[in-house]
């Protein structure tokens, strides 16, 4: 059975940091682009950020791009986003998504909200 | 960035009838390698995303054959044969052909 469990959000103040994790198992991880996929409450899907199999080629979309950090283990089939200088605009429900072959994999989901 | 333009945005549709959503992008989706790359997800309420369609028309494993999707270049269509109550929801391409990916606004797809 294929897993991703997306952890690690909350509530957080404007300019504070959070780090999310997307721990999973029943697919190969170690040769899956990765990518994290948020939704801000009642709106549309947004690409955030993704990663190629080796880890060495990350690429984000333009309102996150030096406020976030997109990595993986592949040790422990595991991805993660670190989340930095958090704005209003960036709550929302984070999704953690595989790209694995001919499949697409995505978690339920972990909640970020950023409010003073 | 690359603009991915959906209509209708709302599509109310009668059971067992048809629904075509149409998708439009900014610049051409076709790959150097040939491949078109442009998805098609679906998203029940309450429930994450889930891909349909992959590379224009290819169906994901467990798809019914009731969807196909179709298109070259900057339009794409996504086509529902015979609807059922399990196809409400939004309706969603997605290319990553250019960097960033983006996403269409969505079609709300609800029954009559």
């Known amino acids: 059975e294929v897993q991703l469990v997306e952890s690690g959000g909350g509530l957080v103040q404007p300019g504070g940091s959070l780090r999310l994790s997307c721990p999973t198992s029943?697919?190969?991880?170690?040769?899956?682009?990765m990518n994290w996929v948020r939704q801000a409450p009642g709106k549309g899907l947004e690409w955030v950020a993704n990663?190629?199999?080796?880890?060495?080629?990350?690429f984000y979309v333009d309102s996150v791009r030096g406020r976030f950090t997109i990595s993986r283990d592949n040790a422990k089939s595991s991805l993660y986003l670190q989340m930095n200088s958090l704005r209003v605009e960036d709550t929302a429900l984070f999704y953690c998504?595989?790209?694995?072959?001919?499949?697409?994999?995505w978690g339920r989901g972990t909640l970020v909200t950023v409010s003073s | 960035d690359v603009v991915v333009t959906q209509s209708p945005l709302s599509l109310p549709v009668t059971l067992g009838q048809s629904a075509s959503i149409s998708c439009r992008s900014s610049?051409?989706?076709?790959?150097?390698?040939?491949?078109?790359?442009l998805d098609w997800f679906h998203q029940r309420p309450g429930q994450s995303p889930r891909r349909l369609i992959h590379?224009?028309?290819k169906r994901d494993s467990g798809v019914p054959d009731r969807f196909s999707g179709g298109g070259s270049g900057t339009d794409f269509t996504l086509k529902i044969s015979r609807v059922e109550a399990e196809d409400i929801g939004i309706y969603y391409c997605?290319?990553?052909?250019?960097?960033?990916?983006?996403f269409g606004p969505g079609t709300k797809l609800e029954i009559k």
């Open positions: 610049q051409s989706l076709a790959s150097s390698g040939g491949d078109t790359l």
């Open positions: 029943g697919f190969s991880f170690t040769s899956s682009w």
């Open positions: 590379g224009v028309s």
């Open positions: 997605f290319q990553y052909a250019h960097r960033p990916h983006t």
């Open positions: 990663i190629n199999p080796g880890g060495e080629g990350k």
């Open positions: 998504v595989a790209w694995a072959g001919d499949s697409c994999y």
